[in-house]
């Protein structure tokens, strides 16, 4: 066990549907990373939250948002789902806001779009 | 984006053999990192180096960050079956906000 929480662990659903993701970062970590990982793509960064801010931006879809809550968790939106967003979506958290003490990654949340 | 590529992308050896992973890019990184992913689970952080020429050791894993900060190799002496994973290096963002990762190279080691 990481000490960060993803839930669900897989989730199955119809394309145009929208779905949320959840994570609890390890505790006394401030900061929140969101990647998706396909197998033609690799993992991509998605966004980051540092203490309830968005911090940085990487390739999200603008059907897709994001937001870490007073409690640190934080919760990534997907909405009008297309087969082409089916992939991992992992959580990662850190102390330091850039990650220098290193990332600690959830076991991510299988998302399947049919 | 900052882009790093790793090869080999694949590479399945005998247990018992020696391996090389490299990273590389035309960016130079703050620092980079070594993660292990195993299927169905979440990446591993592995190592850290920041300083360019920098070599750790962690028992068969020796880590080196090139002397211009823009390149790492993973050499792993003995391969063991338990080395079997993805292998993934990370490099800081010129922000240093986030880091980036590699394409990634696929280990199997065969008992």
């Known amino acids: 066990d990481s000490g960060v929480t993803q839930t669900p662990k897989h989730l199955i659903t119809a394309t145009g549907q929208r779905v949320t993701l959840r994570c609890s970062p390890r505790?006394?970590?401030?900061?929140v990373y969101w990647y998706q990982q396909s197998l033609d793509q690799g993992l991509q960064f998605l966004i980051q939250?540092?203490?309830?801010?968005?911090?940085a931006k990487g390739n999200i879809l603008e059907r897709f948002s994001a937001q870490q809550f007073p409690d640190l968790h934080s919760e990534l939106n997907l909405s009008s789902l297309e087969l082409g967003d089916s992939a991992l979506y992992f959580c990662a958290s850190s102390v330091l806001l850039g990650g220098a003490d290193g990332y600690t990654f959830g076991s991510g949340t299988r998302l399947t779009v049919v | 984006t900052q882009l790093l590529e790793q090869s080999p992308q694949f590479l399945s050896i005998q247990e018992g053999e020696n391996l090389t992973v490299y990273c590389n890019s035309s960016?130079?990184?703050?620092?980079l990192q070594w993660y292990r992913q195993e299927p169905g689970e979440g990446p591993v952080l592995l190592v850290t180096v920041v300083t360019g020429g920098e070599v750790k050791k962690l028992k068969r894993l020796t880590f080196q960050f090139g002397d211009a900060r823009k390149d790492s190799s993973l050499h792993i002496t003995a391969a063991q079956p338990g080395d079997t994973g993805l292998y993934l290096c990370a490099g800081a963002s010129n922000t240093g906000n986030q880091f980036y990762f590699g394409t990634g190279t696929s280990l199997t080691v065969i008992p």
């Open positions: 960016s130079v990184f703050s620092s």
């Open positions: 939250y540092y203490n309830g801010e968005e911090r």
């Open positions: 505790s006394g970590d401030l900061s």
